[in-house]
Structures are given as structure tokens and as C-alpha cells.
């Protein structure tokens, strides 16, 4: 066995897992992409091939391979993760364009007034941090005021540590969405937990924290909070963008509509999905 040649041990993975088998064989290693076409013929030793039979294992048990790794990609930012946090998905990434757009405009239109922006919820800090380094690149970042929520004060060491890591101005308070926040915020932001206790996805996540997936019996419950909460902090013209399930637009529609927001807009990811929801508090921006 330790001469076993790592194209050959990738081609006899399931074919399913290969890519991700790939990825673990060179991360595990420190290979770039040219070391392994030059060393995929290379038998492996012994205790290389033990190592990786062990990460094969798990990834075919059905663990996340950003655990397995300890990193997750998030638009240009690689991030720590570990299984207290849900690892970021690529159609979140989507919606820091919106956002970003919606910082750029407000700030072209009166740049004397610093712009407050809260994430509730933020897991690993992916969605703060990645605005964060586009205002950066943009000039913005000193025109803003960011902060960041989370009830998980394992999840909150992982998105303080990201932070510290990516050195972005981020202030990290532990707390049940926006409770106990004092207001007013020009942008709030949140992708929290849409599934229903009992959807059908969830048999497939188990690896990852129910907290961060499950919001109770209709899966609307987390929304509506933040909804509610969002109605009285958000300052005049202010904006509460949402990620929400694909089956969930209207039903957040009516949410946003029955605490007075106007100006209500869904947007589809790349998908074609119903992905995203923005409401803005009545009044001047």
C-alpha cells in the first residue's frame, strides 16, 4: 500500500467525493495545482496514505470537507470554520452585492454621515466580513460603523478570530439577534435559520449546528423576530435585508407589510431561486 500512487488512490474513491478527495490529498500536503501533476505519480508513503484514508473516511461519512480542512472560501476571503459554525454557502455571497450597491449609493448621496450596519446572527462572520473587505477595497470602510450579533459564543470566538485574522473594524457583541442593541442602524443584515423542524433537507445537514439551520415549526419564526426587531431600529429610510428559503418571499412579504416597511423587494440568486428580501423603514434615507 505505500506505493500506492495518488492518482491511482483518487481514482479509486467514490466517484461522487473525488473532487473534494483531490482538494484534501493536495491541502493536506501543501501541493499547488502544478505539484500535482508532478507528483501525482509520486508513490505516497505510508503515513501520507494512512492520513488521508482517514480524511477520506470521514468526507464519506458525510462530514462538510471545509470542517475537515478548518477553512471555508467566502467570495475573496478564506475563513476559518469549525462545526459550531454553518459554513457559508456561495448564493450568500450574492447578497454582500446587494448590500455593497445599497452602501455605495447611500454614501455618494451624503458621505458626511458615517452609515451603522449590524449583522444579526453572524455564525463565522462571513457576511460582516466580506462587506467589510469590498468597503475596504472600495475607499468606504471608514464610513461605517460595523457590528455583528451572535447568541453562540463558541460561533462568536470563530467570527472574532476571522476578524482579527482579516484585521477589519468589526465589533462583535454576543446577543439573541438585534436584543439590547441601541439603534438607530442604516443596514441590517441576517441570514438566519428558515427550515422547518421538519424539512425534508435536514436528514442531509447533520454535520452542521441545527441552531444555525432549524427556526421552529413553520421556519418563519427567526424572520419574523428580526422583522419586528428591525422595525424599531432601523433609522428613517433604513434597510433590513434578509436571506430567506425559496418558498418563503411572500410570506415575508406579508411580514415586512405588517410591520410597516415599504419599498419591499425579493431577488433571485443565481439559482433562480427566491433568495433574498429587503424592506425599508418608512422615511427619508
Excluded at 161 to 170: K, R
Aim: negative net charge.
Amino acid at each position: 500500500m505505500k506505493n500506492t500512487l495518488p492518482e491511482h488512490w483518487l481514482a479509486a474513491q467514490p466517484a461522487a467525493l473525488r473532487i473534494d478527495c483531490q482538494r484534501l490529498l493536495m491541502e493536506r500536503f501543501g501541493w499547488t495545482l502544478t505539484d500535482w501533476v508532478t507528483r501525482r505519480r509520486h508513490p505516497l508513503t505510508g503515513r501520507q496514505l494512512s492520513l488521508i484514508e482517514q480524511d477520506a473516511a470521514r468526507l464519506a461519512a458525510g462530514e462538510p470537507l471545509a470542517y475537515l480542512l478548518g477553512t471555508a472560501a467566502f467570495r475573496e476571503l478564506t475563513l476559518a470554520v469549525n462545526k459550531t459554525v454553518l459554513i457559508p454557502r456561495p448564493e450568500t455571497e450574492e447578497l454582500i452585492d446587494h448590500v455593497l450597491g445599497r452602501c455605495q449609493r447611500r454614501l455618494a448621496a451624503a458621505p458626511e454621515a458615517p452609515l451603522r450596519i449590524v449583522e444579526a446572527g453572524t455564525g463565522s462572520g462571513a457576511i460582516i466580513l466580506a462587506l467589510a473587505a469590498d468597503l475596504r477595497s472600495n475607499g468606504l470602510l471608514n464610513c461605517t460603523e460595523l457590528l455583528a450579533t451572535e447568541l453562540s459564543g463558541a460561533a462568536l470566538t470563530v467570527a472574532r478570530g476571522n476578524g482579527a485574522m482579516l484585521d477589519l473594524p468589526v465589533r462583535w457583541v454576543q446577543g439573541d439577534w438585534l436584543k439590547g442593541l441601541a439603534g438607530p442602524f442604516d443596514i441590517i443584515i441576517s441570514n438566519p435559520p428558515y427550515l422547518a423542524a421538519d424539512d425534508p433537507h435536514l436528514p442531509t445537514l447533520t454535520q452542521e449546528p441545527r441552531a444555525a439551520l432549524v427556526a421552529g415549526p413553520s421556519g418563519l419564526e427567526d424572520l419574523a423576530q428580526l422583522i419586528d426587531q428591525g422595525a424599531t431600529l432601523l433609522a428613517p429610510g433604513g434597510e433590513l435585508w434578509l436571506e430567506h428559503g425559496n418558498q418563503q418571499r411572500d410570506a415575508v412579504r406579508e411580514l415586512f407589510e405588517l410591520h410597516g416597511f415599504t419599498t419591499i423587494a425579493g431577488y433571485i440568486d443565481s439559482y433562480g431561486n427566491d433568495r433574498f428580501s429587503c424592506g425599508r423603514r418608512p422615511g427619508a434615507a
